[in-house]
């Protein structure tokens, strides 16, 4: 039974820093691409950050040069370290797992098997 469970979430003032964990059980982290994405109330579930097997990281353009993705093998956690956080950084986060081949792109929602619970961050200004 695969099991992503997200931590680290919570409130925080614009500006500052969250980093937020993704323990797997069932999985292995290292054998696939993994992604961070987030939910505003209102919106669609979009792509954060992803993760190669290889460590190639990628990200949307809003968080680029705030964020980053990484994983530790060892301990099968993906993390995503938050600087610099804004207001619209607001929303619940889930950590995913991709289904593997056919990869079309990281931020593809439907390309991701395993989902975590999400775990909610709340940026105020």
């Known amino acids: 039974q695969v099991q992503l469970v997200e931590s680290g979430g919570g409130p925080v003032q614009a500006g500052g820093s969250l980093r937020l964990s993704c323990a797997a059980s069932?999985?292995?982290?290292?054998?696939?691409?993994m992604g961070w994405f987030r939910q505003a109330p209102g919106k669609e579930r979009e792509g954060v950050a992803g993760i190669s097997t290889r460590g190639s990281t990628y990200y949307a353009d809003s968080v680029k040069g705030r964020f980053t993705i990484s994983k530790d093998n060892a301990k099968n956690t993906l993390f995503l370290q938050m600087n610099s956080l804004k207001p619209e950084d607001t929303a619940m986060y889930y950590c995913a797992a991709h289904r593997g081949s056919p990869f079309f792109a990281w931020d593809r929602r439907a390309e991701y098997s395993y989902w975590g619970q999400g775990t909610q961050v709340t940026v105020s200004s």
């Open positions: 069932g999985y292995t982290v290292s054998s696939s691409f």
